[in-house]
C-alpha cells in the first residue's frame, strides 16, 4: 500500500504564497506519478499539477505560471509551491500519487484547506 500526509495548507491575502509538501510511505518504488488536486465546495476535483519520476510535470492552464510541482526522490516527497494566490484557488488541496500495480492505482492524502482572502 501506499500513504500520503500532507502538510501546509492555511489563510493567505490575495497576491500571497503557501507551500504544500506531501510524504509518501509504503510501497515507493511503485509510484511513477505524484501531483496534486483540488476541490472546491459543489465542484468536482480537478487536477493542480503533477510530476513523474523522470521529473516531468503538468499543470493546470489556471495555474501555469503561478504554482510550481517538485519532488524529492530521496524524502519521497512531493510539493506545490503556490505563488500570487487568487481567491479563485480557494479548496480544499489532496496529495496524489499513481501505482501501476497496486490497486487502487490511484492514492490520496488527507486533504488540506487553501482559503485566499480578496
Known amino acids: 500500500q501506499v500513504q500520503l500526509v500532507q502538510s501546509g495548507g492555511g489563510l493567505v491575502q490575495a497576491g500571497g504564497s503557501l507551500r504544500l509538501s506531501c510524504a509518501a510511505s509504503g510501497s515507493i518504488f511503485s509510484i511513477d506519478v505524484m501531483g496534486w488536486y483540488r476541490q472546491a465546495p459543489g465542484n468536482q476535483r480537478e487536477l493542480v499539477a503533477t510530476?513523474?519520476?523522470?521529473?516531468?510535470?503538468n499543470y493546470a492552464d489556471s495555474v501555469k505560471g503561478r504554482f510550481t510541482v517538485s519532488r524529492d526522490n530521496a524524502k519521497n516527497t512531493v510539493y506545490l509551491q503556490m505563488n500570487s494566490l487568487k481567491p479563485e484557488d480557494t479548496a480544499v488541496y489532496y496529495c496524489?500519487?499513481?501505482?501501476?500495480?497496486?490497486?487502487?492505482?490511484?492514492?490520496w492524502g488527507q486533504g488540506t484547506q487553501v482559503t485566499v482572502s480578496s
Open positions: 496524489y500519487a499513481h501505482s501501476a500495480i497496486l490497486t487502487p492505482y490511484s492514492f
Open positions: 510530476t513523474t519520476n523522470h521529473g516531468r510535470t
